[in-house]
């Protein structure tokens, strides 16, 4: 079946997903991660003092019927740390989402809040960790407490055959995960760079791209072109 033949996301979640995101949303492991999010929630930025911070760990968004796996860093401090839905309400969703809407993946190319209407099709967006990190950079051991989280949410989404990993993080989340179940013994022959494509073990494809963030898409090391693309090809493998 086609992207353009599946219909949008509804707001109803299986059970298993369900019990997944109240374990994620309630997880307090990080005493770190715990701390830096909350204080953010707490101080706020001055173009947000008027915002309610979620200031919690962030659970995935999207198709729990997708085909198409789209694997991130982390949440933003003053994006979906504020907002509480992945790649919402800061520069790499404003760079993102409309490019999903392109490419048939998102009803509306805004994402403003977890109210504001927006539904994916065949997609569905994580993180290799689930709170804000201090400078975006998580610690191992912070990665390694949040990757049973991912580790469900792969054998949840029966239906996964692409995974696009933004960012060298995410691309070794994916491989970590593979590592973990015993169907990847050496990562070396998997080298992140943009547009990367491989034929995993376990029978998905992952493709990389660069993380739409700021300082990518700012310096032009990550443009709009380049990212369709990728879409492009996601959505192209996962309708094969």
Known sequence: MSIAARSFASERCPHWLNDLNRR??????????VAYREKVAREKRRAYKDWDYWGKPVPGFGDPNARVLVLGLAPGAHGSNRTGRPFTGDASGNFMYPVLHETGFANQPNATDRDDGLKLKDLYIT????????????????????????DDEMNGLKNLKVIVALGRIGFEAYLNHLKRHAMLTNKSAYIFSHAARYQMPDGRTLLASYHPSNQNTQTGKLTRP???????????????
């Open 127 to 150: 993180a290799a960790v689930r709170c804000a990190p201090p400078d975006n950079q998580p610690l191992p051991e912070e990665l390694s407490n949040c990757a049973n989280y991912l």
């Open 226 to 240: 380049m990212f369709v693309n990728v879409f492009k090809e996601a959505a192209r493998l996962a309708a094969t």
């Open 24 to 33: 994620i949303v309630s997880c307090s492991i990080c005493p770190r991660l």
